[in-house]
């Protein structure tokens, strides 16, 4: 059962729904190991995201690092695997 359940969370894909400066709608589509923290990812170390938490395929995204704001625990276990979230974050 646990090895079930590692295969199906390895390859399970996550949606992003934003818009983009004309309003267009977009999606983009990734895994939790494509989830990278924009402090080690070395395509943005010559731009600054202030907002940005993470870099999906060289994409900039704001992710709430607040575990609290997701109505499942082990989405956000999955999407901040790679992320590093400090200590006493809410």
Not at 18 to 30: Q, S
Not at 41 to 46: N, S
Request: aromatic content about 14%.
């Amino acid at each position: 059962m646990a090895l079930a359940n590692a295969m199906i969370t390895r390859f399970q894909i996550f949606t992003t729904l934003h818009y983009d400066f004309f309003l267009r709608k977009r999606a983009l589509r990734f895994r939790s190991e494509d989830v990278f923290d924009i402090a080690d990812a070395a395509e943005m170390r010559k731009l600054w995201f202030p907002l940005a938490t993470c870099v999906v395929h060289s994409y900039p995204l704001l992710l709430s690092l607040n575990e609290k704001a997701y109505r499942d625990p082990e989405a956000f276990k999955l999407l901040t695997w790679n992320v590093q979230v400090p200590e006493g974050h809410d």
